[in-house]
């Protein structure tokens, strides 16, 4: 499962969107996963539970987080969803997130083989925060992807 695929495949590009919380943005960042079925709605409860409990373990760099929860809490296939926030929303622990990755996986392998590594990449280039901030439709963030894989 590539990035771009799975975006493409459960129309899970959403920018420019706006949050008042942490769990709206978690919400909003899973929609269009629950809508597709490659997760259960329990998955997004799971989701905000989980990290009520232990903060937010997902957050991978000042502004990126990349909610997920274990396989067996709702993923019924792999996939991805991209989201930007017009304006950050702000965890318990201070922490601002405004560009959410969702990840569904449906193992460990796909987490770690697949999903990580691609994650890693696509953020590897010095101004791609400013890019993806600046991204107005879903063709923006498929370029930007585009041009990771192939740099």
């Not at 998955?43 to 990126?64: C, H, M, Q, S, W």
Request: charged content about 25%; some cysteine.
């Amino acid at each position: 499962m590539t990035l771009k695929e799975s975006l493409k495949e459960n129309n899970s590009v959403v920018l420019k969107q706006k949050a008042d919380t942490w769990q709206e943005a978690i919400k909003i960042c899973m929609a269009p996963l629950v809508k597709s079925g490659a997760v259960k709605s329990g998955y997004v409860d799971a989701i905000i539970k989980r990290t009520k409990e232990l903060g937010p373990f997902y957050i991978l760099a000042p502004g990126l987080a990349m909610p997920h929860e274990r396989p067996e809490c709702g993923v019924t296939k792999n996939s991805f969803s991209f989201v930007t926030l017009e304006e950050p929303v702000v965890f318990d622990d201070g922490q601002q997130v405004d560009i959410l990755i969702g990840l569904a996986a449906e193992n460990a392998d796909v987490h770690n083989g697949e999903a990580i590594p691609q994650i890693v990449m696509l953020f590897e280039e010095e101004d791609i925060f400013d890019k993806i901030r600046a991204a107005e439709k879903s063709e923006d963030i498929y370029k930007i992807i585009d041009n990771a894989v192939n740099s």
